[in-house]
């Protein structure tokens, strides 16, 4: 017989072993209290908020209401009853009672106001909604993020792409095998994006068909440690979704849909990479390897990779990049195209697009069947098609298009509303007539007009410096904004990429801090 001490030696080691054999690193306690943001900034209150148990309902000091939300309170003592006013809006709440009334109009609640302490609490997200604010609750981080439903300022998407291939924007390659520095560089990322008005950020967790976490189907990346399918000692998607969170910002899992690797070469790659365990699913071209998508068990894959985060990780959105067929160059996949063209008539070229287009409704489909609230989007190469190839399309003479070059259909995803956004990566200065920015700003708005897609703008501070006319001074950034400022279906900003928002081009960042009415904390 087995005395109850080595059973629970015998269970303690075999839990540690299973850790170790999925390669799943443990992270950082949920932290103890509770975090508030308006808008971006930071709400104190001299008592700490807590959640009643059972029901998981936020309350917060009646205070916080009256000096944060622009509302007019009043506490009765007699009665126990709280009272919330805002222009036509009445809020009544009475200590016992499970109800409120708003406007005269009984509404049931889970929790209603209580006093604790001397203090009158109320429930916040309830209090919230009713004042016209967005509430959003983040459990790992413990930090609930208010918005304000109307004005344009408030409620922008001010985005900022983080790179991971190659180490470009986090990790540094200096960092390898270094949980504390690593996480110290994007503490101090955060902070600086922050500091310039961003309040969301794009991190790169696929780079070349690997992760950023640990995962079940692909390998480590090797920009973590050196050496692809190396584990790190913690989980970094965890911890940069925590800590985006602690700060009221939003994290959106971006990923490369179908590279494989940075280059056609096999020997670094780690066992489960899906060029060693499915080489028939791959084509060279040029000098990288792509994932086939006329595959439907490549696509598949590759949705399963996505699912595998949103199922597993608080992110606010999955996000993809304009990685589909590649620009330029050949892709073999005559094979492919004989084997999975149910349709004989259809061209390659079409056939091509709507294995891109399956590939998105089924994404995008199954997203949403888990988490409805997390946002699917998509950053397409700038320009659809030029004008002279389609009279619908943009008055530009672009090189390549996303329709005719990387067989990208958006505007079939935006018609029939596949994805939540679309953020075009328009790179070019208001001066640049081959692909003007106005011109594409007014196009890519036209598009969405109408829908439910909404639509965000990808910028360049990297060209900032450069050669390419429009690029000499860091006000083409901000007129830029300006003319997104009186188009109404922008609803936001993303810039390409962190180190070059970071490096301060020009003079950039007091610029973004003046335009975005940064204030110091």
Known sequence: ???????????????????????????????????????????????PPYIVPKVNITMVPLRVISQNLDAGVDWVQKTQT????????????????????????????????????????????FVSAQLGLNVTWYQSAQTIKLQSIQGYTDNSLKGAWVSTVYNLDWPSSGSYGNQAL???????????????????????????????????????????????????????????????????????????????NTDAKLDNLAPNHVAISHPEWIVTSGT??????????????????????????????????????????????????LAFNSNPLM?????????????????????????????????????????????????????????????ADVRTWIREEWIDYVAPQLYWSLSFTIAQYDVLVDWWANEVRGTNVDLYIGHSPYKLGTTEVGWNSAQEIINQLKYNRNVFEVKGDIYFSAKDLRRNPLGLIAELQSYYKVTSP
């Open 182 to 260: 690593q996480q110290q560089e994007y503490i101090q990322m955060l902070d600086e994006l922050q500091g310039m008005g961003i309040n969301s950020v794009f991190v790169q967790v696929r780079p070349a068909a690997d992760s950023l976490y640990p995962s079940a189907i692909v390998p480590w990346s090797r920009f973590l440690t050196g050496k692809q399918g190396l584990a790190p000692d913690y989980d970094p998607l965890a911890f940069m979704v925590e800590e985006t969170h602690r700060r009221g910002m939003e994290f959106h899992a971006w990923f490369n849909p179908f590279r494989a």
């Open 82 to 125: 709280a009272k919330i006013t805002q222009e036509n809006l009445t809020i009544t709440m009475q200590v016992g009672k499970k109800y409120a009334l708003v406007n005269g109009v009984k509404v049931n609640l889970d929790a209603s106001v209580q006093v604790k302490n001397a203090r009158v609490m109320v429930p916040l997200r």
């Open 347 to 407: 061209n390659k070229a079409d056939w091509r697009r709507n294995n891109i287009n399956l590939f998105v409704q089924q994404l995008g489909k199954s997203i949403h069947r888990v988490k409805s609230g997390v946002e699917f989007g998509i950053s397409p190469f700038g320009v659809w098609r030029n004008h002279a190839m389609d009279r619908t399309g943009s008055n530009t003479k672009a090189s390549i298009t996303a329709y005719d070059n990387m067989y």
């Open 1 to 47: 017989m087995v005395h109850f001490g080595n059973r629970l030696f015998l269970l303690v080691i075999t839990f540690t072993l299973c850790l170790s054999l999925f390669h799943i690193p443990a992270y950082a306690q949920t932290p103890t209290t509770i975090s508030i943001y308006l808008n971006g900034d930071k709400i104190n209150s001299d008592v």
């Open 288 to 337: 990288k390897l792509y994932i086939n998508p006329g595959i439907p068990d490549a696509r598949q894959h590759i949705i399963d990779t996505v699912m595998e985060v949103v199922n597993n990780y608080e992110i606010d959105g999955v996000h993809l990049d304009d990685y589909f067929y590649p620009s330029s160059g050949s892709f073999d996949d005559e094979l492919s195209y």
